[in-house]
């Protein structure tokens, strides 16, 4: 380690997005924060993902960059950054924004993450797997900044890895919001988050709405959490509820215990209420990682993507659902639109009776 940078005064990290690669960066912010009580820690976000940082008690200032804004955006934030004289910027984005504004910054050190772009592409296209070894992507932020001699824990006294923050105002909307949808405290709640960022990564919305009437005939209360984008989802899910409700002896009850709050909540109002669930169940989405960020036991149901990409849940509360028997997986490191053989084997092939099993062993059924 050089000596300019053996005991940094400004560091910088740049993650624009999206809200799970943000989460996955929190262990890094620790790290550096123990390591080096006294230096100003700052981040740069993507203006739609503030929210995930906005509370963050490490962080001394957030910057925005708002895509909207274009070039005139990047240019003016990168002037605000090469006023500061950064010791140390982190890039663990690496696109073109990233470099723009590591460029404009001009500070003495630069470091980076890998990305494995050669053994992934190898992966993804050909199955050929030398990605068994390499690390999950937290620890692989952690690893870029080795150079600044940090340490990772974990959450002091949690035992988990990512951590998220909330103000009372988040508290009182999460609160609110469940009291006007007929919330029972003293029921147990399931929360169900059956949105992600591709087709490829989504569990079919049917087997959500047949594991929620499952759920509810037990005596659970079930929660539906997402954005304005997954009210469709939100509402195949109810449907298949109601379905089962027609069929069964405790249909009055079931129709108290279903809440959709699908574009109700802000994201940090989500978390809020995540905390308050005895399990989520989500697919290889942000709102999973919301879950291990506020220790919330989690069934994470994959499809297109694998434990070697990176993402996979990591504390011990948290468990996995997939089809293992594909030798198509993973056919992308993000996902698709649609599955790229038509046949959709690696969720529809996951049965909700599957995940029904794991939630019992987990709720302690």
């Given at each position: 380690m050089?000596?300019?940078t053996?005991?940094?005064?400004k560091?910088l990290?740049i993650?624009l ?7 996955l ?9 123990q ?6 820690l ?5 203006t ?8 963050h008690?490490?962080?001394d200032?957030?910057y925005?960059l708002?895509p909207?804004?274009?070039w ?8 605000r950054l090469q006023h ?5 910027v ?5 696109n073109?924004?990233s ?7 001009k500070?003495?050190?630069?470091l980076?993450h ?8 190898l992966?993804?296209k050909?199955k ?7 690390p999950p992507i ?10 600044l001699?940090?340490t990772?824990?974990?959450a002091?006294?949690?035992e988990?890895?990512?951590?998220l923050?909330w103000?009372a105002?988040?508290?009182?909307e999460?609160a609110?919001?469940l009291?006007e ?7 147990p709640?399931?929360g169900l988050a059956?949105?992600?960022g591709?087709f490829t ?17 037990s005596?659970?209360q ?7 984008h ?5 509402k195949i899910?109810a ?5 089962a409700?027609k069929?069964?002896?405790n249909s ?8 959709d ?5 802000s994201l940090?109002?989500?978390a809020a ?8 169940v989500?697919n290889?989405?942000?709102?999973m990682?919301v879950?291990e ?11 297109s993507?694998?434990r070697?990409l ?8 948290s468990?996995v ?6 030798n198509?997986r993973p ?7 649609q599955c790229?053989?038509?046949h ?8 909700p009776?599957?995940v ?10």
């Open positions: 050089s000596a300019h053996a005991s940094p005064e560091i990290i993650r997005s999206a809200i799970g690669d943000i989460l960066a929190t262990p890094l912010l620790r790290a550096l924060r390591k080096h009580p006294q230096a100003k700052d981040f740069v976000v993507k739609d993902f503030a929210d995930v940082l906005r509370h008690p490490e962080i200032c957030l925005e708002n909207a804004g274009g005139t955006e990047l240019r003016s934030l990168g002037k500061e004289h950064y010791d140390v982190l890039d663990i984005h690496k073109f924004r470099r723009y504004l590591v460029h404009a910054a500070p003495r050190q630069v980076r890998r990305k494995h772009v050669l053994r992934r592409w992966f993804v050909t050929i797997n030398f990605m068994r070894e390499i937290y620890q692989r932020y952690l690893a870029a900044a080795a150079p001699g940090i990772a824990t974990p002091p006294g949690l988990r890895w990512l951590e923050f103000s105002n988040e508290e009182q999460a609110r919001t009291a949808n007929n919330w029972q405290p003293d029921l709640l399931i059956p949105g992600a591709y990564k989504r569990w079919p919305p049917e087997y959500f709405g047949e594991l929620a009437a499952e759920f509810m005939n005596g659970n079930v929660v539906v959490l997402g954005g304005p997954d009210f469709g989802l939100a899910v449907k298949r509820v109601e379905s409700r069929l069964s002896a009055g009850q079931m129709r108290a215990r279903f809440i709050l699908t574009g109700a909540l940090l109002a989500s209420v995540i905390k308050r669930c005895q399990l989520l989500a290889d989405s942000g709102l990682h879950a960020a506020v220790g919330t036991p989690l069934i994470a149901i994959f499809g993507t694998t070697e990176g993402f996979f849940p990591q504390i011990a509360t468990r659902v997939e089809n293992h028997d594909l198509c056919c992308s490191h993000l996902g698709y639109r790229p053989r038509g959709f084997r690696c969720m529809r092939e996951v049965l009776a599957e029904l099993t794991v939630a019992n062993k987990i709720l302690g059924f």
